[in-house]
Protein backbone atom coordinates (compact mmCIF):
# COMPACT_ATOMS: atom_id res chain seq x y z
CA UNK A 1 0.00 0.00 0.00
CA UNK A 2 1.04 3.74 -0.93
CA UNK A 3 2.43 5.49 2.60
CA UNK A 4 1.43 9.14 2.94
CA UNK A 5 4.03 11.83 2.20
CA UNK A 6 6.24 9.33 0.20
CA UNK A 7 7.28 10.22 -2.67
CA UNK A 8 8.01 7.08 -4.75
CA UNK A 9 11.16 6.72 -6.69
CA UNK A 10 9.47 4.06 -8.70
CA UNK A 11 6.45 2.61 -10.06
CA UNK A 12 4.15 2.02 -6.81
CA UNK A 13 1.78 -1.25 -7.29
CA UNK A 14 -2.04 0.21 -6.16
CA UNK A 15 -4.90 -1.69 -4.12
CA UNK A 16 -8.51 -0.84 -5.62
CA UNK A 17 -11.20 -2.22 -3.59
CA UNK A 18 -13.63 -3.23 -5.97
CA UNK A 19 -16.72 -4.67 -4.02
CA UNK A 20 -16.84 -3.44 -0.84
CA UNK A 21 -18.02 -4.43 2.60
CA UNK A 22 -20.81 -1.91 2.91
CA UNK A 23 -22.22 -3.45 -0.91
CA UNK A 24 -23.22 -6.68 1.72
CA UNK A 25 -22.66 -8.51 -1.69
CA UNK A 26 -22.65 -12.86 -0.76
CA UNK A 27 -22.07 -13.82 -4.35
CA UNK A 28 -19.34 -12.40 -7.08
CA UNK A 29 -19.43 -13.91 -10.41
CA UNK A 30 -15.83 -14.08 -12.33
CA UNK A 31 -16.13 -14.89 -15.89
CA UNK A 32 -12.09 -15.92 -16.98
CA UNK A 33 -10.85 -14.81 -20.43
CA UNK A 34 -7.46 -16.90 -20.55
CA UNK A 35 -7.28 -19.73 -18.55
CA UNK A 36 -4.43 -20.88 -19.33
CA UNK A 37 -2.38 -17.67 -17.98
CA UNK A 38 -4.54 -17.83 -14.56
CA UNK A 39 -3.88 -19.07 -11.74
CA UNK A 40 -6.33 -19.98 -8.52
CA UNK A 41 -4.64 -19.59 -5.34
CA UNK A 42 -6.62 -20.50 -2.06
CA UNK A 43 -5.60 -19.02 1.71
CA UNK A 44 -2.50 -17.42 0.72
CA UNK A 45 -1.28 -21.13 0.02
CA UNK A 46 -2.52 -23.45 -2.92
CA UNK A 47 -1.39 -22.31 -6.12
CA UNK A 48 -4.20 -24.24 -8.88
CA UNK A 49 -4.87 -24.18 -12.51
CA UNK A 50 -8.18 -22.90 -13.35
CA UNK A 51 -9.73 -25.18 -15.51
CA UNK A 52 -13.26 -23.44 -16.41
CA UNK A 53 -14.06 -20.06 -17.51
CA UNK A 54 -16.68 -19.50 -15.15
CA UNK A 55 -16.57 -19.04 -11.31
CA UNK A 56 -18.95 -18.16 -8.78
CA UNK A 57 -17.83 -17.32 -5.48
CA UNK A 58 -20.62 -17.33 -2.69
CA UNK A 59 -20.62 -16.79 0.76
CA UNK A 60 -21.70 -19.75 2.77
CA UNK A 61 -21.51 -20.03 6.95
CA UNK A 62 -18.67 -18.02 7.04
CA UNK A 63 -16.26 -19.69 4.23
CA UNK A 64 -15.90 -19.23 0.10
CA UNK A 65 -17.49 -21.69 -1.46
CA UNK A 66 -16.22 -22.02 -5.11
CA UNK A 67 -18.67 -23.32 -7.93
CA UNK A 68 -17.17 -27.05 -9.62
CA UNK A 69 -13.96 -26.45 -7.12
CA UNK A 70 -13.06 -29.12 -4.19
CA UNK A 71 -11.65 -27.87 -1.41
CA UNK A 72 -11.58 -29.47 1.92
CA UNK A 73 -11.53 -26.99 4.54
CA UNK A 74 -12.79 -23.23 4.79
CA UNK A 75 -12.01 -20.97 2.46
CA UNK A 76 -10.65 -17.58 4.17
CA UNK A 77 -9.73 -15.43 1.09
CA UNK A 78 -8.78 -16.62 -2.57
CA UNK A 79 -6.30 -14.79 -5.55
CA UNK A 80 -6.62 -15.02 -8.98
CA UNK A 81 -3.89 -14.18 -10.43
CA UNK A 82 -3.56 -13.24 -14.27
CA UNK A 83 0.45 -13.88 -15.75
CA UNK A 84 -1.00 -12.29 -18.91
CA UNK A 85 -0.93 -8.68 -18.49
CA UNK A 86 -3.19 -8.05 -21.58
CA UNK A 87 -6.51 -10.26 -20.49
CA UNK A 88 -9.10 -9.63 -17.96
CA UNK A 89 -11.14 -10.91 -15.75
CA UNK A 90 -14.98 -9.87 -15.91
CA UNK A 91 -16.71 -9.56 -12.42
CA UNK A 92 -20.21 -8.70 -11.38
CA UNK A 93 -22.15 -7.31 -10.15
CA UNK A 94 -19.66 -3.88 -9.17
CA UNK A 95 -21.84 -0.89 -7.92
CA UNK A 96 -21.07 1.77 -9.82
CA UNK A 97 -22.03 5.19 -8.53
CA UNK A 98 -22.27 3.67 -4.97
CA UNK A 99 -24.42 6.35 -2.52
CA UNK A 100 -25.37 8.67 -5.41
CA UNK A 101 -28.93 9.20 -7.41
CA UNK A 102 -27.10 7.60 -10.48
CA UNK A 103 -25.77 4.29 -9.12
CA UNK A 104 -26.14 1.37 -10.63
CA UNK A 105 -24.80 -2.47 -11.12
CA UNK A 106 -21.99 -2.96 -13.90
CA UNK A 107 -19.63 -5.71 -15.08
CA UNK A 108 -16.35 -4.58 -14.65
CA UNK A 109 -13.01 -6.36 -16.61
CA UNK A 110 -10.14 -6.48 -14.01
CA UNK A 111 -6.31 -6.85 -15.17
CA UNK A 112 -3.23 -8.06 -12.59
CA UNK A 113 -4.72 -9.88 -9.76
CA UNK A 114 -7.83 -10.45 -8.09
CA UNK A 115 -8.05 -10.89 -4.11
CA UNK A 116 -11.57 -11.71 -2.37
CA UNK A 117 -12.18 -12.49 1.51
CA UNK A 118 -14.66 -12.28 3.94
CA UNK A 119 -15.23 -9.01 5.78
CA UNK A 120 -18.00 -8.47 8.36
CA UNK A 121 -19.89 -11.70 7.04
CA UNK A 122 -19.75 -10.24 3.32
CA UNK A 123 -17.74 -10.74 0.69
CA UNK A 124 -14.79 -8.01 -0.60
CA UNK A 125 -12.67 -7.67 -3.75
CA UNK A 126 -9.49 -6.24 -4.27
CA UNK A 127 -7.66 -5.33 -7.54
CA UNK A 128 -4.10 -5.19 -7.13
CA UNK A 129 -2.26 -3.66 -10.50
CA UNK A 130 0.51 -1.16 -11.37
CA UNK A 131 -0.14 2.28 -10.83
CA UNK A 132 0.25 3.47 -14.52
CA UNK A 133 -2.42 0.54 -15.72
CA UNK A 134 -4.52 1.99 -12.88
CA UNK A 135 -4.41 5.33 -14.36
CA UNK A 136 -4.90 4.57 -17.85
CA UNK A 137 -8.20 2.94 -16.81
CA UNK A 138 -9.12 5.80 -14.66
CA UNK A 139 -8.63 8.49 -17.96
CA UNK A 140 -11.24 6.87 -19.22
CA UNK A 141 -13.84 5.75 -15.99
CA UNK A 142 -14.12 9.59 -15.07
CA UNK A 143 -14.70 10.78 -18.63
CA UNK A 144 -15.12 9.21 -22.23
CA UNK A 145 -12.58 7.59 -24.48
CA UNK A 146 -13.96 10.65 -27.08
CA UNK A 147 -11.82 13.09 -25.35
CA UNK A 148 -9.34 14.95 -27.15
CA UNK A 149 -5.20 13.94 -25.93
CA UNK A 150 -4.11 17.74 -24.25
CA UNK A 151 -7.82 16.85 -21.44
CA UNK A 152 -6.47 13.12 -21.38
CA UNK A 153 -3.15 13.71 -19.96
CA UNK A 154 -4.29 16.47 -17.85
CA UNK A 155 -6.97 14.18 -16.67
CA UNK A 156 -3.81 11.18 -16.05
CA UNK A 157 -1.47 13.67 -14.11
CA UNK A 158 -4.42 14.91 -12.01
CA UNK A 159 -5.29 11.21 -11.12
CA UNK A 160 -1.98 10.13 -10.20
CA UNK A 161 -1.11 13.41 -8.40
CA UNK A 162 -4.10 12.92 -6.22
CA UNK A 163 -3.69 9.37 -5.62
CA UNK A 164 0.41 9.20 -4.59
CA UNK A 165 -0.28 12.87 -2.23
CA UNK A 166 -2.58 9.50 -0.48
CA UNK A 167 -3.86 12.32 1.85
CA UNK A 168 -7.56 10.84 2.90
CA UNK A 169 -6.37 6.94 2.78
CA UNK A 170 -10.45 6.73 3.98
CA UNK A 171 -10.32 2.67 3.25
CA UNK A 172 -6.82 1.97 4.93
CA UNK A 173 -8.96 -0.22 7.54
CA UNK A 174 -9.85 -2.32 5.05
CA UNK A 175 -6.44 -3.07 3.49
CA UNK A 176 -6.31 -0.76 0.01
CA UNK A 177 -5.63 2.23 -1.20
CA UNK A 178 -8.53 3.19 -2.75
CA UNK A 179 -12.27 2.39 -3.89
CA UNK A 180 -13.68 2.13 -7.14
CA UNK A 181 -15.87 4.87 -7.22
CA UNK A 182 -16.91 8.52 -7.05
CA UNK A 183 -15.77 8.46 -3.28
CA UNK A 184 -12.24 8.65 -4.66
CA UNK A 185 -11.76 8.02 -8.23
CA UNK A 186 -13.77 6.07 -10.59
CA UNK A 187 -12.07 3.09 -11.55
CA UNK A 188 -14.08 0.57 -14.04
CA UNK A 189 -10.76 -1.49 -15.00
CA UNK A 190 -10.11 -1.95 -18.20
CA UNK A 191 -13.71 -1.56 -19.34
CA UNK A 192 -13.27 1.77 -21.30
CA UNK A 193 -9.43 1.55 -22.04
CA UNK A 194 -8.40 3.34 -25.54
CA UNK A 195 -5.01 3.56 -26.84
CA UNK A 196 -5.18 7.76 -26.09
CA UNK A 197 -6.04 6.68 -22.49
CA UNK A 198 -3.02 4.50 -22.08
CA UNK A 199 -1.23 6.63 -24.39
CA UNK A 200 -2.16 9.26 -22.18
CA UNK A 201 -0.62 7.51 -19.55
CA UNK A 202 2.67 6.38 -21.19
CA UNK A 203 3.37 10.21 -22.57
CA UNK A 204 2.46 11.34 -18.67
CA UNK A 205 4.93 8.09 -16.63
CA UNK A 206 5.81 9.59 -13.55
CA UNK A 207 4.56 13.18 -13.93
CA UNK A 208 2.41 14.91 -11.07
CA UNK A 209 1.79 18.53 -9.64
CA UNK A 210 3.93 19.81 -7.15
CA UNK A 211 3.66 22.65 -4.49
CA UNK A 212 6.08 23.40 -2.15
CA UNK A 213 7.89 20.07 -2.09
CA UNK A 214 4.81 17.93 -2.17
CA UNK A 215 2.67 16.06 -4.29
CA UNK A 216 -0.61 18.24 -4.88
CA UNK A 217 -3.49 17.11 -2.97
CA UNK A 218 -5.20 17.27 -6.82
CA UNK A 219 -8.76 17.28 -6.45
CA UNK A 220 -11.50 17.33 -8.88
CA UNK A 221 -15.46 17.35 -9.64
CA UNK A 222 -17.44 17.67 -12.94
CA UNK A 223 -18.51 21.03 -12.90
CA UNK A 224 -17.39 24.27 -10.68
CA UNK A 225 -20.62 25.98 -12.53
CA UNK A 226 -18.11 28.99 -13.04
CA UNK A 227 -16.44 29.86 -10.41
CA UNK A 228 -14.03 27.24 -8.41
CA UNK A 229 -13.96 26.67 -4.53
CA UNK A 230 -11.34 26.67 -2.24
CA UNK A 231 -10.03 23.77 -0.34
CA UNK A 232 -10.57 24.78 3.32
CA UNK A 233 -14.16 25.64 2.43
CA UNK A 234 -15.16 21.89 1.53
CA UNK A 235 -12.78 20.05 3.40
CA UNK A 236 -10.56 20.28 6.28
CA UNK A 237 -9.33 24.07 7.29
CA UNK A 238 -6.04 23.95 6.11
CA UNK A 239 -5.64 26.53 2.79
CA UNK A 240 -4.30 24.84 0.05
CA UNK A 241 -2.46 27.97 -2.35
CA UNK A 242 -3.02 26.04 -5.53
CA UNK A 243 -6.95 25.49 -5.18
CA UNK A 244 -8.81 29.10 -4.90
CA UNK A 245 -11.70 30.82 -6.03
CA UNK A 246 -10.78 31.55 -9.75
CA UNK A 247 -12.92 31.93 -12.76
CA UNK A 248 -12.92 29.06 -14.80
CA UNK A 249 -12.65 31.52 -17.87
CA UNK A 250 -9.66 33.63 -19.38
CA UNK A 251 -10.87 36.96 -17.57
CA UNK A 252 -11.94 36.97 -14.52
CA UNK A 253 -15.76 37.58 -13.99
CA UNK A 254 -15.82 39.72 -10.82
CA UNK A 255 -18.42 38.71 -9.07
CA UNK A 256 -19.15 38.17 -5.65
CA UNK A 257 -21.38 34.49 -4.82
CA UNK A 258 -21.21 34.90 -1.22
CA UNK A 259 -23.37 37.92 -1.51
CA UNK A 260 -27.39 35.93 -2.19
CA UNK A 261 -28.54 38.86 -4.95
CA UNK A 262 -25.03 38.15 -6.49
CA UNK A 263 -26.05 34.53 -6.26
CA UNK A 264 -29.10 34.72 -8.02
CA UNK A 265 -27.63 36.47 -10.86
CA UNK A 266 -25.44 34.38 -11.27
CA UNK A 267 -27.52 30.78 -11.51
CA UNK A 268 -29.86 32.54 -14.24
CA UNK A 269 -26.88 33.80 -16.01
CA UNK A 270 -24.84 32.00 -18.50
CA UNK A 271 -21.35 32.89 -18.64
CA UNK A 272 -18.62 32.55 -20.90
CA UNK A 273 -16.41 29.79 -18.16
CA UNK A 274 -14.81 26.98 -20.14
CA UNK A 275 -17.26 24.50 -18.59
CA UNK A 276 -20.25 26.17 -20.46
CA UNK A 277 -22.26 25.62 -23.50
CA UNK A 278 -20.49 28.64 -24.52
CA UNK A 279 -17.11 26.50 -25.06
CA UNK A 280 -18.61 23.27 -25.33
CA UNK A 281 -22.39 22.49 -26.04
CA UNK A 282 -24.07 20.03 -23.55
CA UNK A 283 -26.28 18.14 -26.42
CA UNK A 284 -22.31 17.36 -27.43
CA UNK A 285 -21.49 15.77 -23.67
CA UNK A 286 -22.92 12.77 -23.50
CA UNK A 287 -19.96 11.88 -26.60
CA UNK A 288 -17.45 12.89 -24.01
CA UNK A 289 -18.89 11.78 -20.95
CA UNK A 290 -17.96 8.37 -19.16
CA UNK A 291 -20.72 5.83 -19.00
CA UNK A 292 -21.76 5.98 -15.41
CA UNK A 293 -22.55 9.47 -15.71
CA UNK A 294 -26.24 10.78 -16.71
CA UNK A 295 -26.99 12.74 -19.63
CA UNK A 296 -28.04 16.28 -18.75
CA UNK A 297 -27.29 19.42 -17.84
CA UNK A 298 -24.46 19.78 -15.97
CA UNK A 299 -23.40 23.60 -16.16
CA UNK A 300 -27.04 25.00 -14.92
CA UNK A 301 -29.85 22.93 -13.47
CA UNK A 302 -33.34 22.60 -11.79
CA UNK A 303 -34.41 20.53 -9.16
CA UNK A 304 -37.93 20.59 -7.75
CA UNK A 305 -39.02 18.86 -4.56
CA UNK A 306 -42.17 18.42 -2.65
CA UNK A 307 -42.96 18.94 0.94
CA UNK A 308 -43.23 15.56 1.77
CA UNK A 309 -40.17 15.14 0.34
CA UNK A 310 -38.18 17.36 1.90
CA UNK A 311 -39.37 16.19 5.22
CA UNK A 312 -38.94 12.80 4.56
CA UNK A 313 -35.74 13.01 4.10
CA UNK A 314 -34.57 15.65 6.32
CA UNK A 315 -36.23 13.31 9.36
CA UNK A 316 -33.98 10.44 7.80
CA UNK A 317 -30.83 12.05 7.06
CA UNK A 318 -30.55 14.02 10.70
CA UNK A 319 -32.79 12.09 12.76
CA UNK A 320 -35.63 14.82 13.54
CA UNK A 321 -39.12 14.35 13.97
CA UNK A 322 -40.16 17.52 11.73
CA UNK A 323 -43.50 18.02 10.68
CA UNK A 324 -43.26 20.40 8.04
CA UNK A 325 -40.37 22.12 6.63
CA UNK A 326 -41.54 26.25 6.92
CA UNK A 327 -37.89 27.46 5.18
CA UNK A 328 -34.72 26.69 3.93
CA UNK A 329 -32.13 30.00 4.73
CA UNK A 330 -28.47 30.14 3.07
CA UNK A 331 -26.80 31.93 6.11
CA UNK A 332 -23.15 31.88 4.51
CA UNK A 333 -21.81 31.04 0.62
CA UNK A 334 -18.24 30.25 -0.01
CA UNK A 335 -16.73 32.01 -3.13
CA UNK A 336 -17.82 30.24 -5.87
CA UNK A 337 -21.39 30.23 -4.30
CA UNK A 338 -21.38 26.85 -2.35
CA UNK A 339 -23.01 26.55 0.79
CA UNK A 340 -21.02 26.91 4.26
CA UNK A 341 -24.06 27.27 6.24
CA UNK A 342 -27.91 26.29 5.39
CA UNK A 343 -30.67 26.95 8.62
CA UNK A 344 -33.57 24.88 8.28
CA UNK A 345 -36.51 26.12 9.77
CA UNK A 346 -39.74 23.50 10.96
CA UNK A 347 -42.30 22.92 13.05
CA UNK A 348 -42.18 19.49 14.97
CA UNK A 349 -44.89 17.02 15.74
CA UNK A 350 -45.96 18.69 18.68
CA UNK A 351 -46.57 22.22 16.88
CA UNK A 352 -43.27 23.67 18.34
CA UNK A 353 -41.22 26.00 15.59
CA UNK A 354 -37.51 24.95 15.45
CA UNK A 355 -34.11 25.64 13.47
CA UNK A 356 -30.92 23.47 12.65
CA UNK A 357 -28.04 24.23 11.07
CA UNK A 358 -26.09 22.21 8.63
CA UNK A 359 -22.37 23.07 7.48
CA UNK A 360 -20.68 23.01 4.22
CA UNK A 361 -21.17 21.70 0.75
CA UNK A 362 -21.42 18.21 1.36
CA UNK A 363 -23.82 17.66 4.06
CA UNK A 364 -26.09 20.42 2.31
CA UNK A 365 -26.11 18.19 -0.82
CA UNK A 366 -26.33 14.92 1.32
CA UNK A 367 -29.58 16.26 3.32
CA UNK A 368 -31.52 17.91 1.34
CA UNK A 369 -31.61 14.98 -1.56
CA UNK A 370 -32.94 11.55 -1.41
CA UNK A 371 -29.33 10.90 -2.93
CA UNK A 372 -27.35 13.46 -3.16
CA UNK A 373 -27.33 16.84 -4.62
CA UNK A 374 -25.97 17.73 -7.74
CA UNK A 375 -24.14 20.56 -6.25
CA UNK A 376 -24.61 22.90 -3.16
CA UNK A 377 -24.18 26.58 -5.34
CA UNK A 378 -27.91 26.79 -5.03
CA UNK A 379 -30.45 29.35 -4.83
CA UNK A 380 -33.99 28.09 -3.16
CA UNK A 381 -37.19 29.53 -4.48
CA UNK A 382 -40.53 28.45 -2.22
CA UNK A 383 -43.67 27.59 -3.92
CA UNK A 384 -46.65 28.38 -1.58
CA UNK A 385 -50.25 27.58 -1.59
CA UNK A 386 -52.92 29.84 -0.49
CA UNK A 387 -54.36 28.83 2.79
CA UNK A 388 -50.76 26.98 3.78
CA UNK A 389 -48.20 28.99 5.99
CA UNK A 390 -45.35 26.29 4.96
CA UNK A 391 -43.89 25.85 1.22
CA UNK A 392 -45.72 23.14 -0.72
CA UNK A 393 -42.80 22.51 -3.28
CA UNK A 394 -39.08 23.91 -2.88
CA UNK A 395 -37.30 25.13 -6.13
CA UNK A 396 -33.02 24.67 -6.44
CA UNK A 397 -31.87 26.47 -9.36
CA UNK A 398 -28.24 25.29 -9.39
CA UNK A 399 -24.79 25.80 -10.86
CA UNK A 400 -22.25 23.39 -11.39
CA UNK A 401 -21.63 19.32 -10.93
CA UNK A 402 -19.78 18.47 -7.70
CA UNK A 403 -17.93 20.59 -4.97
CA UNK A 404 -16.02 22.50 -7.41
CA UNK A 405 -12.70 22.69 -6.03
CA UNK A 406 -9.25 21.83 -8.73
CA UNK A 407 -9.52 20.26 -11.90
CA UNK A 408 -13.18 21.07 -13.50
CA UNK A 409 -13.68 18.47 -16.09
CA UNK A 410 -16.31 19.86 -18.12
CA UNK A 411 -14.23 23.44 -18.26
CA UNK A 412 -10.92 21.50 -18.81
CA UNK A 413 -12.61 19.25 -21.98
CA UNK A 414 -13.70 23.18 -23.11
CA UNK A 415 -10.30 24.04 -22.87
CA UNK A 416 -8.84 20.99 -24.43
CA UNK A 417 -11.69 21.20 -27.61
CA UNK A 418 -11.07 25.33 -28.21
CA UNK A 419 -6.76 24.29 -28.51
CA UNK A 420 -5.37 24.53 -25.11
CA UNK A 421 -2.13 22.21 -24.20
CA UNK A 422 -1.73 20.30 -21.34
CA UNK A 423 0.10 22.24 -18.93
CA UNK A 424 -1.94 25.13 -19.84
CA UNK A 425 -5.12 23.28 -18.31
CA UNK A 426 -3.14 21.99 -15.55
CA UNK A 427 -1.79 25.55 -14.26
CA UNK A 428 -5.21 27.05 -14.86
CA UNK A 429 -6.96 24.88 -12.41
CA UNK A 430 -3.80 24.22 -10.09
CA UNK A 431 -2.17 28.01 -10.03
CA UNK A 432 1.48 28.10 -8.48
CA UNK A 433 1.79 24.58 -9.08
CA UNK A 434 5.10 23.26 -11.29
CA UNK A 435 4.71 19.90 -13.07
CA UNK A 436 7.65 17.53 -12.18
CA UNK A 437 8.75 13.99 -13.00
CA UNK A 438 9.39 11.76 -9.81
CA UNK A 439 9.87 8.37 -11.74
CA UNK A 440 10.76 6.89 -15.42
Known amino acids: MLKPG ?20 KTITLLIKDVKTTFLVINDE ?129 GFDVCNDDCCQRYQGVNNLTETSKSGAMKTKGQVLMFDNTICD ?39 L ?36 EE ?18 INNKLNLEAEKIISLKPLKRAGSGRMLELEINYRDKSGNLKAIVIYKDYEVRRVLHKMFLYSSAIVINEVFSEDLDYPVEFIFKGAGWGHGAGLCQIGGLGMSLNGYKTKEILYHYYPGSTLEKIYH
Open 6 to 25: VIPGKEPILRVGIVLPEDKQ
Open 46 to 174: HRIPVFNHKIEVRLFENTLSLKAYDYSGPIRNIKLIQDNENTSIDAYPVIAGRGFHWAKQIHVNLPHTIEISIVNNVLMLVNELPLETYLACVATSEMGAECPDSFIEAQTIVARSWMLANVEQKHIQF
Open 218 to 256: ARYSKSCGGIMEKFENLWEDKPLPYMQNISDSKDDFNVD
Open 258 to 293: SIEQEMEKWVESSPEAFCSPHFIPEDQLKKYLGNVD
Open 296 to 313: GHYFRWTVKTTQKEIVDN
